[in-house]
Every structure is written in C-alpha cells, then in structure tokens.
C-alpha cells in the first residue's frame, strides 16, 4: 500500500510516469482509508484541462486492490484508483469492499470511476471493479451533475475501455436536484459487462 500511495504521490507532484512501466506485483490493502487517486485533476472544462495525470504504463498483473475508499475533496475533480490518466492501466481489479462515497460533492461535472476518474486519451484494459458507489445526498443538493461509472468516471479525447467488469452497485438517491451522467459503457470498445445493480436515472449512455 505505501508503494502505491508513493505512486500517487510522485505522479500528484508532475512525475507522469510517460515512457516507463509500473507493475504491480501483489495484492494491496488500502486499509479504508480515504485514497489520494494517481493522478489529479484540478480544472476540467471542454477546451482546459488541468492537472497532473499518469501518462506511463500500470501493468496490474491480475492483483486486486482491497479497501478502496474514495471521498470528494477540494482542489481535485477526479476519483478513482487513478484520478486522471493518459496512460495505459490494465489487468486490475478493485475489490467488493471499496466503497466511493458521493456525498459532498460540489463541483459540476466531477468524475468517479473505481478504476479511473477520468480517462483522457489513454487506455483501460481488462479491468474489473465490485466496487460499492453510493449517494445520500438529497434533492436539496447543489450539485449539478456527477459523471460515474462502474470502471471510469469520463473518458473522452479517444480513450479506449475495453474488456472490463463491474460487478459493483451503483445507488443513488431519486429523486435530486442534479442529473447523474452514467459512463459506464460510453465510448468503450470490446467486451465491456455490467453485472452489479444501478439505481440511478442516468443523463447519458450507461
């Protein structure tokens, strides 16, 4: 887990990782504890895009991440195991016991996805989430819209998902006072299932 929370940190700080690969060579436990996603976004707008993203290589070699917890915090607008990628990640799996919790909320258009944020350009293959994502947010909210989904948050700029799972559920709450954008299948390729629960009117393409 500290290797991991390393990872996080050198990529938050502008290492991008571009040109090399991680591996990840067992399984990791995470304890609960509010994660602090690879990679951060910090404004995301159609035409500006700001942060620090993974843009290397994360060969998960079939491991699974175990109690992942994700919460909002201000200053980042995307969550997941990977915040913001340009890279590649495959062949990871986050565990039934992560939980992303989307109460809190309070910037537009933030993304949540157990493995990637927000997915800009890069890769996500073979990767699987039983993930639990959950809402007790009322219609008194000033949320606007959430992008969510099951495996990324966004992806966008030809991003490619292909070949995942979710097996997770996603919950929440109806009715509110924002729209809810579901990503879980959009703009992916290959095999892609949906298997856990989704109690949610989405806005977009599920």
């Not at 915040?83 to 062949?91: K, L, R, W």
């Given at each position: 887990?500290?290797?991991?929370?390393?990872?996080?940190?050198?990529?938050?700080?502008g290492?991008?990782?571009?040109?090399?690969?991680?591996?990840?060579?067992?399984?990791?436990?995470?304890?609960?504890?509010?994660?602090?996603?690879?990679?951060?976004?910090?404004a995301?707008?159609?035409?500006?895009?700001?942060?620090?993203?993974?843009?290397?290589?994360?060969?998960?070699?079939?491991?699974?991440?175990?109690?992942l917890?994700?919460?909002?915090?201000?200053?980042?607008?995307?969550?997941?195991?990977?915040?913001?990628?340009?890279?590649?990640?495959?062949?990871?799996?986050?565990?039934?016991?992560g939980?992303?919790?989307?109460?809190?909320?309070?910037?537009?258009?933030?993304?949540?996805?157990?493995?990637?944020?927000?997915?800009?350009?890069?890769?996500?293959?073979?990767?699987?989430?039983?993930?639990?994502?959950?809402?007790?947010?009322?219609?008194?909210?000033?949320?606007?819209?959430?992008?969510?989904?099951?495996?990324?948050?966004?992806?966008?700029?030809?991003?490619?998902?292909?070949?995942?799972?979710?097996?997770?559920?996603?919950?929440?709450?109806?009715?509110?006072?924002?729209?809810?954008?579901?990503?879980?299948?959009?703009?992916?390729?290959?095999?892609?299932?949906q298997?856990?629960?989704?109690?949610?009117?989405?806005?977009?393409p599920?």
């Open positions: 887990a500290a290797e991991l929370a390393g990872l996080a940190k050198l990529v938050n700080a290492t991008d990782f571009s040109g090399q690969t991680v591996y990840l060579d067992a399984d990791v436990d995470l304890g609960g504890h509010d994660w602090t996603p690879i990679g951060q976004v910090t995301l707008a159609k035409d500006s895009i700001q942060g620090s993203a993974f843009a290397g290589v994360f060969d998960g070699q079939g491991h699974t991440v175990h109690g917890s994700l919460k909002f915090a201000e200053g980042n607008l995307g969550y997941g195991l990977f915040g913001y990628s340009t890279g590649s990640i495959s062949d990871v799996s986050v565990a039934s016991d939980v992303i919790d989307l109460s809190g909320v309070t910037a537009d258009l933030t993304p949540f996805g157990a493995i990637v944020g927000f997915n800009n350009g890069g890769t996500v293959s073979r990767c699987t989430s039983a993930a639990r994502i959950t809402d007790d947010g009322t219609e008194t909210d000033t949320r606007r819209s959430l992008n969510v989904g099951g495996i990324v948050g966004i992806n966008d700029y030809g991003g490619v998902v292909e070949y995942c799972v979710n097996l997770g559920s996603i919950h929440l709450p109806t009715p509110r006072a924002t729209s809810v954008r579901m990503s879980i299948l959009c703009s992916a390729t290959g095999h892609i299932f298997c856990g629960d989704v109690n949610a009117a989405p806005l977009g599920v």
